[in-house]
């Protein structure tokens, strides 16, 4: 008996070491089968690991990148999501176009575009923190983005003349590599130090956190939702801003799904903020992790595409990777504060 009782013990004592080993180490463990079942693929894949394509996967991340790095803020303050950055992107870049067309020069379409994604980041954000549901307030206000910006446009392509001082944002490069590339690392090593080395970063993750803890040391989410939306916004801006100037022209459906690798614009942003690990509840994550996923998700768009998949499988994996990224770091999160 005594032999027995030893043996059942010893198993035990095994399989919780084993589960605590796979608790501690759950994201790396995740993360390595990910590149595990990633480096199969690609070396399976015709001309997919070169330079010309490596530039190209991180070309196609920056706009997306760049978005999902505004709605970080947004998610880490505990504010969930926008559903209105592509219908934000859309008026912004119907702006910046018309002021184009108008022979306005590219500063001033650019501070147009920003004015107008400041004001409806500005304006979605004070309702949200006066208590309006982030999911309802937005979907209300993509309708009212995207119908101004249709309507303003009569739905019609606004074209501009080349050549144009936008043209190097769209199109051009510093040493070979495109220059919204270069944009999108310099707003995600920024995006990083605010929240990392700044007072404003710190307070989005306090309120992200606990709102109460926040409100008991002044930190109202009022102001801060306010702040977060704008951030995001003027991320649309930006976006739209670079699409527009490397098609020297815009269109209220640029970013609507049919335009879309991958599918609807919006659902891509939430793919990079969420396949990272970004806690939906806020408080938990970084624009790094986001500026990673928007990579992560390209590549493998990028792989299916080498492949010969149409759009919707492509879809379809995006539509997967947002599952069971949550599912995956909603359970190591909850057996670390089990822990804790």
């Not at 590339?181 to 920024?190: C, E, Q, Y």
């Amino acid at each position: 008996m005594s032999a027995a009782a030893d043996s059942k013990r010893s198993a035990s004592f095994r399989q919780s070491t084993a589960l605590a080993i796979l608790k501690q180490n759950g994201l790396n463990i995740f993360l390595a089968i990910i590149a595990l079942v990633f480096i199969g693929f690609a070396i399976t894949t015709h001309n997919y690991l070169t330079l010309f394509n490596i530039k190209t996967i991180v070309r196609d991340a920056a706009l997306v990148g760049i978005m999902g790095i505004g709605l970080t803020f947004v998610t880490l303050s505990g504010n969930f999501f926008l559903l209105s950055m592509k219908e934000t992107a859309a008026l912004c870049i119907i702006t910046f176009a018309t002021s184009m067309s108008h022979d306005y020069g590219f500063i001033i379409s650019l501070v147009g575009a920003l004015a107008v994604a400041m004001v409806s980041g500005g304006l979605q954000g004070l309702l949200i923190g006066r208590g309006g549901n982030p999911i309802v307030v937005t979907l209300g206000a993509a309708g009212i983005l995207y119908g101004i910006a249709s309507w303003w446009s009569d739905n019609l392509v606004i074209s501009f003349r080349r050549p144009n001082d936008a043209e190097w944002l769209g199109t051009g490069s510093v040493m070979g590599i495109p220059n919204i590339t270069i944009t999108f690392i310099v707003i995600a090593i920024l995006a990083e130090l605010v929240l990392r080395k700044t007072s404003f970063g710190r307070q989005v993750y306090l309120i992200g956190a606990n709102r109460a803890a926040g409100k008991a040391t002044g930190h109202e989410n009022r102001s801060m939702a306010i702040k977060v939306c704008m951030i995001a916004s003027v991320c649309c801006a930006i976006v739209a801003v670079a699409f527009s100037a490397q098609m020297s022209s815009a269109q209220a459906n640029y970013f609507s799904s049919e335009f879309g690798s991958s599918g609807d614009f919006t659902i891509l942003v939430i793919a990079t903020v969420m396949v990272a690990g970004n806690s939906i509840m806020g408080g938990y994550g970084s624009t790094l992790r986001t500026s990673l996923g928007a990579v992560f998700i390209s590549a493998v768009d990028n792989m299916m595409v080498l492949q010969g998949y149409n759009s919707g499988p492509r879809v379809l994996s995006v539509g997967l990777m947002i599952v069971f990224s949550i599912l995956v770091f909603a359970y190591i999160r909850r057996d670390n504060r089990s822990e804790g």
